[in-house]
C-alpha cells in the first residue's frame, strides 16, 4: 500500500507560480515512475509532467517551458515548480505513483490562476 499526499495548491494571479509537493509512503521498496496529472471541471484527467527514478522527465506540451517536474528520492517526495502560470492552468492536481501492478492517487491539491 502507498499513500501519496500532495500540498503547495492555492489561488495565484497570472503570471505568478506555486510549488507542488507530493510525499510517498508505505509498504514500498522503490518507485520507479511519478507523475503529476491535473483535471479541470468538464475536462479528462491529463498527463502534465512525470520523472523516472533516475531523473528522465517528459511533459505535456501546454506546460513545456514553464513547469519542472523534480524528485528527491531519499525523501520519496516528487515536486512540481510552475511558472508562468495561465488561468487555463486552473485544475486539480493530483500526484501518482505506479507500484507493482497498481496505480495509487494522491487526494489532489486545487490550483487557481485568476485575477
Known amino acids: 500500500q502507498v499513500q501519496l499526499v500532495e500540498s503547495g495548491g492555492g489561488l495565484v494571479q497570472p503570471g505568478g507560480s506555486l510549488r507542488l509537493s507530493c510525499a510517498a509512503s508505505g509498504s514500498f521498496v522503490t518507485i520507479y515512475l511519478m507523475g503529476w496529472y491535473r483535471q479541470a471541471p468538464g475536462n479528462q484527467r491529463e498527463l502534465v509532467a512525470a520523472i523516472s527514478r533516475t531523473g528522465t522527465t517528459d511533459y505535456a506540451d501546454s506546460v513545456k517551458g514553464r513547469f519542472t517536474i523534480s524528485r528527491d528520492n531519499a525523501k520519496n517526495t516528487v515536486y512540481l515548480q510552475m511558472n508562468s502560470l495561465k488561468p487555463e492552468d486552473t485544475a486539480v492536481y493530483y500526484c501518482?505513483?505506479?507500484?507493482?501492478?497498481?496505480?495509487?492517487w494522491g487526494q489532489g491539491t486545487q490550483v487557481t490562476v485568476s485575477s
Open positions: 501518482n505513483a505506479p507500484v507493482a501492478t497498481k496505480s495509487y
